[in-house]
């Protein structure tokens, strides 16, 4: 029975998520909890800019005990451990006891009692979500907060049997109960292959979306005004550890936040929306339970028209001219492990080894940015590469951020460059044994400046304890070396 009341106060907070601007009183939003869609069988309302919803939403819907007594036209909702005391046309409420000042009313339209469903969701501790573009809200009871994981987990015959639209909530209490459970792990419904565990913003242009099992997304497209990129995903669902929410990005050019939640569509298709200040044109990738959104800044988006340069043939005795450049110098150190060893030191060591293969070769005429501890400018080293009309370009490097952050990255900036960085980053991976973090987009003026095919190594992370010890394991240093050889013979076809 609690559940059934919880269900009820979740309706009730869709509706008062609603602002009322211009003509959207007119609109009725989409209530979903957990996922499913609540039907009403009268409409919420949006007054003075609170939602608000029939109150016998918030108990066949939501599954709150809700009492009426007349006399003085007072409304209790009530759960195990709250209660929640509404006067019909009074601004003040009571929950547990406190009193509180609404920013809406309790009302009677029509002969039916309203409640603001956000104000009585959140006192009874559901997560609000509203999608503005979709004009639709999301109820969410968090995994924690029943009795038991029992509670949680019974699916309830509403989310299984009816494989997305229209789930029945309002048709009595039996069913509503039982479609009020269960719905906040859809793992159990037969139409979900995959869950979504987690979605981060990397810092620079890439936002993560990482799941367990199956996700196939559908074609991203893009929305106007205001700009917005969005990915759907059939046939998934937020993990139990995982709610839907959004992630604020104030590092990017053009990103400015991450929203997702359950699509406008159907309770197994989740979405994820990248709201742009402007227009960018942006990179879907997918590997290994992660999709990867890259969004491109548009003052340095690549033509995606760009023919990716050709590979050389393999056939003939062509020289191909290679630049490789070790990453920082001389002043500048770089990154810095716990010990105190620098970047400067690891890439160069990289580099040696690397040249020490390559001096063998008769297919590749390499050029070498420093081989000790000097700093050419970023300048110096796009202009030798540039004036070279070399054939392929690669800056080693070894990443900074936080402790906990590993993993190992192949970045490229240009369209063209993105092949090589794929190559690359297969044998980068296996050569350092680290994390996987895929092959990214990334800003840096090495690559973005120079005119071939061009790509920077992010080995590990430097800041990590674990990466750190690799990257300086002379063992591992060789292993990288060999990689970049392997990579550097594959794209130029020198197998
Ligand atoms: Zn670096």
Do not use: C
Not at 31 to 60: F, H
Not at 406 to 411: A, H, K, P, V
Not at 418 to 423: C, E, G, N
């Amino acid at each position: 029975m609690r559940k059934l009341v919880v269900v009820i106060m979740l309706l009730s907070l869709f509706f008062s998520l609603f602002p009322a601007i211009g003509q959207a009183a007119s609109v009725t939003p989409k209530l979903y909890l957990n996922g499913k869609l609540l039907e009403t069988l009268e409409n919420p309302r949006i007054v003075d800019q609170s939602t608000l919803v029939p109150v016998r939403v918030v108990a066949e819907g939501l599954g709150y005990e809700v009492g009426w007594k007349q006399s003085d036209k007072r409304i209790d909702i009530q759960d195990a451990s709250n209660l929640i005391t509404l006067i019909v046309d009074s601004r003040s409420a009571s929950v547990n006891g406190s009193t509180v000042q609404l920013d809406a009313a309790a009302m009677i339209i029509n002969k039916v009692t309203m409640v603001p469903i956000r104000f009585v969701a959140e006192s009874l501790g559901l997560q609000v979500y509203y999608d503005n573009p979709t004009k639709a809200v999301h109820l969410y009871k968090p995994a924690d907060s029943s009795t038991g994981n029992g509670s949680n987990n019974g699916s309830g015959s509403g989310s299984e049997n009816s494989s997305g639209s229209e789930s029945s909530s309002g048709n009595g209490n039996s069913n509503t109960g039982n479609s009020s459970e269960g719905s906040n792990n859809n793992n159990t419904n037969p139409n979900v292959q995959g869950t979504l565990k987690s979605v981060q913003f990397d810092g620079l242009t890439s936002v993560m979306i990482d799941y367990d099992g199956t996700i196939t997304p559908n074609k991203a497209f893009t929305l106007t005004s205001p700009d917005r990129i969005v990915l759907d995903l059939p046939n998934s669902a937020f993990a139990s550890t995982f709610i839907p929410g959004q992630v604020v990005v104030d590092s990017h050019p053009t990103l400015t936040k991450i929203r997702y939640a359950v699509g406008p569509d159907s309770p197994t298709t989740l979405r994820v929306v990248l709201d742009l200040k402007t227009a960018s044109s942006y990179n879907v990738s997918q590997q290994d339970g992660r999709i990867q959104i890259d969004v491109l800044d548009p003052a340095v988006v690549p033509p995606e028209t760009t023919t990716p340069t050709t590979p050389g043939t393999g056939s003939g005795d062509k020289v191909y001219k290679v630049v490789i450049d070790a990453g920082h110098g001389g002043k500048d150190p770089g990154a810095k492990t716990a010990a105190g060893l620098y970047e400067k030191t690891f890439n160069l060591s990289i580099v040696l080894k690397v040249k020490e293969l390559l001096d063998k070769e008769k297919r590749m005429q390499v050029t070498y940015t420093r081989t000790d501890d000097t700093y050419p400018t970023l300048q110096d080293r796009v202009d030798i590469a540039n004036k070279l009309k070399a054939d392929a370009f690669i800056s080693i490097h070894a990443n900074s951020f936080t402790a906990t952050t590993n993993g190992t990255e192949t970045y490229y900036n240009r369209a063209d460059s993105k092949p090589f960085a794929q190559i690359m980053h297969k044998y980068l991976v296996k050569a350092t044994g680290l994390k996987d973090n895929g092959v990214r987009f990334g800003d840096f003026k090495v690559i973005r400046e120079t005119t071939m095919p061009a790509i920077l190594l992010e080995s590990g992370y430097l800041t990590n304890a674990t990466d750190a010890k690799a990257l300086f394991d002379s063992a591992v240093q060789s292993r990288i070396a060999a990689a970049i050889v392997s990579g550097l013979k594959e794209q130029l076809k020198l197998q």
